[in-house]
């Protein structure tokens, strides 16, 4: 194993403090990521792999992925048994890692998973990296996933394990590396001091509060959804044992940055055990009296642990989700919720989460409101309800959308629609998809689908803004497309519907929501990269900074200072200059980049054209070098030579 650059993360933790202005650009792909750990079994060695317990782990000649070795675990005797390698100190808190495994059984078939087990106060958790994936003893297969560590821990090892069986099992080609981290943009609005109609929130993960994420999370949202750490398979595992290990960190980290916290959820069919559907006899549940009876007292009791647990910390909860299914003819959903208690477990959830936590607003939550025949089903469910006298205080919007789908006046039709009950709505959990069908599947998000969501964004805060005494805070489903449920639903693709990107910086779609004057056609990101040379394209009298600010083997990052020293003021810029040492930029913000060969030219970004006369704007970019990385000794802007400083 081959633990690489500390330094390079040192030397970028060191320069994030410098001040640089954010990327709207089109879409760059990702920098190439930076390996960390390398485990290729070429020396005859196990690298520092070991068993999890008895197994004999050694080097083999067998068979290999590439080159004549690979890493046998044998005298396995549970499926959990397998290769393990220590990571503490490899896997630094808050950097998202790639991890990559070839697993090869040495003969059968079974599923294989790659984990990482921690360990904080001597109390070990398992977190998952790639789930179960078919392998057998015929051919190598890869196993790749992303692992963010998101808390303090004494003991950190990367595994591999079987489902069931306990044959010989061979790894191979480990690594793991990581996309350096960019500074968050400090420079730019947050979207809370925008959009002051109501608090703006985003679903978390223990990935969104460290370092970079928590730092973004914190400037833009007044409020978080813990995004699976409240639902009933994270809270009661088991009947009657209660945890809260998963949601604890964020609740901590929500108090101490003063965000409101949504709760979600306490009912639902999905992510709840199958224990929970089990009755006395061991058998699943129907529709008996005493399995009603016993199923709606596990509820109760569910719903009375976990709304106390955090009392009033939590204003508002999901008490019911996704109820509703309008292809039945009666539009409620047959979950097992239903089929063995009928409405009352919808009454009872209400009851006794008012009775617990009687300062929260109790929310119904459903996703495609906007279709006619669902809105209309929640509707009468909700009218029905609450002249019972069931304790209802509003209904959630989920407004997981599509670049193309629904129409604003859709939306406005779903808002309208539940006005006349005189209730809060809210928008829980927004997303909006680059993707239209299934079918689709873009390595890197299209600029037009890009541009296309940037609109949505814009008109449907537009619209909810139109709303303010009846929309009561809107939710994105997640903080930056790094972390997105969509990259597994409903098909796996890289999927990019949040405000801010895989490298935190933000979007045309924040811009849509916070100045969509930026993104208008024929101004701003939409068109900065390819019609800049428009009114006054900043012809001479400039002066430029450029300053390499952290380097690594075969990677470096700068920041680069274009100052106006001219007597009229700039309404767009572009800078030219060739590089001499083979450097490529993969990655940059503040700006638009074109390079062919050693050329560089960088337009301003959407924000950033208008430079006053003796004022200046700048960029930052990553890039690779392999002979050398000398500074550039002369830069142009609009053609006319430019003082180097
Ligand atoms: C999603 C989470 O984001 C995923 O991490 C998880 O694997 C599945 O659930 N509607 C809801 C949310 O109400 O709870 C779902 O969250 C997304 C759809």
Known sequence: ?????????????????????????????????????????????????????????????????????????????????????????????????????????????????????????????????????????????????????????????????????????????????????????????????????????????????????????????????????????????????????????????????????????????????????????????????????????????????????????????????????????????????????????????????????????????????????????????VQRLKAEGVPIDGVGHQVHINIGWPTVAETEAMIDRFVPLGIDQQVTEMDVSIYTGNGESFPAPPADRLLKQAYVYRDMFALFRRYPGEITSVTLWGLADDNTWLDTFPVTRKDAPLLFDTSLQAKPAYWGVVDPSKVEPGTGASASASTDTGTNPGTGSCAVTYRVTGSWPGGFQADVKVTNTGATALASWRLAWQFTGGQQIAQLWGGTHTQSGPAVTVGNAAWNGGIAAGGSASFGFLGGWTGGNPVPAAFSLGGTACTVL
């Open 1 to 381: 194993m081959r633990a690489l650059p500390r330094l390079a993360l040192a030397l970028l933790t060191a320069t994030a403090t410098v001040a640089v202005v954010g990327a709207a650009t089109d879409a760059a792909a990702d920098p190439p990521p930076i390996t960390i750990l390398t485990s290729d079994f070429e020396d005859g060695s196990s690298q520092g792999w070991a068993g999890r317990s008895a197994e004999t782990v050694a080097h083999s000649t067998a068979v290999a992925h590439s080159g004549t070795g690979s890493l046998l675990v044998s005298g396995r005797t549970a499926s959990w048994q397998g290769p393990s390698l220590d990571v503490l100190g490899t896997f630094e808190k808050g950097t998202a890692y790639t991890i990559s495994v070839w697993v090869r059984l040495a003969s059968g078939s079974d599923n294989a998973r790659l984990s990482v087990e921690r360990r904080t106060g001597e109390v070990a958790s398992y977190d998952q990296v790639v789930g179960n994936t078919a392998v057998t003893g015929d051919a190598w297969v890869n196993l790749t996933g992303r692992y963010t560590l998101a808390t303090d821990v004494e003991f950190l090892r990367l595994y591999v394990e079987t489902a069931s069986t306990t044959g010989d099992l061979h790894i191979d080609d480990v690594t793991a590396g990581y996309v350096p981290a960019l500074p968050v943009q400090t420079d730019i609005p947050s979207v809370k001091d925008v959009v002051t109609e109501f608090p703006v929130g985003a679903a978390i993960t223990g990935a969104e509060i460290v370092t970079g994420h928590g730092e973004l999370l914190t400037k833009h949202f007044d409020s978080v959804t813990p995004g699976n750490a409240l639902k009933w398979d994270a809270t009661e595992p088991t009947e009657n044992t209660f945890t809260y290990a998963q949601a604890d960190p964020l609740m901590a980290f929500a108090r101490t940055n003063g965000l409101a916290v949504r709760g979600h959820t306490l009912v639902w069919h999905n992510q709840t055990p199958a224990w929970v559907f089990t009755g006395a006899d061991g058998e699943p549940m129907t529709a008996t009296a005493e399995d009603r009876a016993l199923l709606l007292a596990r509820l109760e009791n569910h719903i009375r642990n976990v709304a106390a647990h955090y009392g009033t910390d939590i204003g508002v909860w999901d008490v019911v989700n996704e109820v509703i299914d309008e292809s039945r003819p009666d539009g409620l959903r047959r979950s097992q919720w239903y089929t063995v208690a009928g409405l009352d477990y919808i009454r009872t959830a209400f009851r006794v989460a008012r009775e617990v936590a009687p300062h929260a607003k109790l929310y119904i939550n459903d996703y495609n409101t906007n279709v006619p025949a669902k809105r209309d089903f929640l509707f009468a469910l």
